[in-house]
């Protein structure tokens, strides 16, 4: 949901040609601006020349012509969706200058105009408010800054919007989560599938919550927003400044998160990974096992209906109906 335009074929290509590597889909850059997210995360643990010499090529939308560049832009890199950034720092210890609303509803209404599905970034609850009420799509955070109101759910409701909660992130932000990550770090089942500079990584935490931010928050927030019949649907925010995440061990975990702590049942939780975030992320051809659809498939040993943990239980993986390379051994 943040990429460096440059990367982007390169990538898109290497997902194509390669059944080993995952599919790709991409925002490419996001709407940024100067000063704004995710400028501080990234700065927090890497503040080389290099690191912020790419920062400076990155977008600074400052009015309507800008707006329609950057869509133009996206329309040429051929990107999936919108990202749009809307961070206000309640709840961080780092306060990004945040975008004008009606910056972001330019953006979001353009984007619309041209097809495009649209999804922000926010983790304080007053941020997330008032990026729905602008008319975005989906929320690719939940928020940890305070506890959630009927005037967030009401928000989602609203704009039939989704939620993409990053708990795991979430529990990296504050540091609560930095023992679950541990655990999962060190389990013998993925030790072949992570390498050591992934579980040092897995093993940090992001660190940026202040004292007011609190996990359960977010927790809350999903269960909230479950009971109120809105889309939750299933990512986990991996990428490499964001520490205290893996990639795809994190989906595992996040999995986990919603059943042992927002109430998803197994069957609910695996739905939220598969056939609905499919759906919300207008991935038509893929998610459900259905003839004609993509033969993306995983094979686990025990059925992760009785116990959501047996997912990380790995002994296939295809892409295409292709069996990935790393499994070649494990397939009994």
Known sequence: ?????????????????????????????SATILGGWPEAVITAHDKSEETRAKIATWPNLRNRADVDAYIQDRINDKADYIKLMHEDGNGLIV?????????????????????????????????????????????THTFCDKPPTKEVIDAYLANNAHCNPTLVAIGSLTTEGQKEQETYAHDPRVQKLLSAEGKKRLCACMGLGNDSSRV?????????????????????????PALGTAFGLSAHQELAALVKKCGFTPKEALRSGTALVARRLRLHDRGRIVEGLRADLVLVEGNPLDNIDNTLNLRGVWKKGTLCSTYSDLLM
């Open 1 to 29: 949901m943040h990429q460096e335009v440059e990367n982007v074929p390169i990538l898109r290509a290497q997902a194509a040609q390669d059944t080993d590597s995952a599919d790709f889909k991409t925002s490419s850059v």
């Open 216 to 240: 359960e928050y977010a927790y809350q927030s999903v269960r909230d927003l479950k009971a109120a019949g809105v889309d939750v649907i299933l990512g986990s925010d991996s990428a490499g």
């Open 95 to 139: 306060k990004p200058t945040m975008p004008s609303l009606e910056l972001q509803k330019s953006l979001i209404d353009t984007a619309h105009k041209h097809g495009f599905l649209t999804v922000a970034h926010a983790t304080s609850l007053q941020g997330t408010i008032d990026i729905l009420r602008a008319g975005v799509d989906g929320l």
